[in-house]
Nanobody, 115 residues
Framework: QVQLVESEGGLVQPGGSLKLSCAASGSRLGIQTMGWYRQAPGNERELVALITNGGSTNYADSVKGRFTISRDNAKNTVYLTMNSLEPEDTAVYYC?????????WGKGTLVTVSS
């Protein structure tokens, strides 16, 4: 079992920045990928960014060049640094960890981009 604790989101003005974190409980052994997904009202949940054990990353086209995913293996923590935020980035952001092939999800944190 893996439990995920996400940091708080918040209200950010367009063009602003925010950094999310997600700490995974338990042993690092078995963790394959760590990532972030988001779901905007009326939309399906979509991948934002993913990072593998080896440090390879994958981003949604809509966030490339603006968002950066990183992980601290010693702390079992994944981060999402979001820059140049746009109103279209408003969504509930969910942390995801794949552990021995099983997907675990955080509770989600709301990020609102608005003036």
């Amino acid at each position: 079992q893996v439990q995920l604790v996400e940091s708080e989101g918040g209200l950010v003005q367009p063009g602003g920045s925010l950094k999310l974190s997600c700490a995974a409980s338990g042993s690092r052994l078995g963790i394959q990928t760590m990532g972030w997904y988001r779901q905007a009202p009326g939309n399906e949940r979509e991948l934002v960014a993913l990072i593998t054990n080896g440090g390879s990353t994958n981003y949604a086209d809509s966030v490339k060049g603006r968002f950066t995913i990183s992980r601290d293996n010693a702390k079992n923590t994944v981060y999402l640094t979001m820059n140049s935020l746009e109103p279209e980035d408003t969504a509930v952001y969910y942390c995801n960890v794949k552990h021995y092939g099983v997907n675990y999800w955080g509770k989600g944190t709301l990020v609102t981009v608005s003036s």
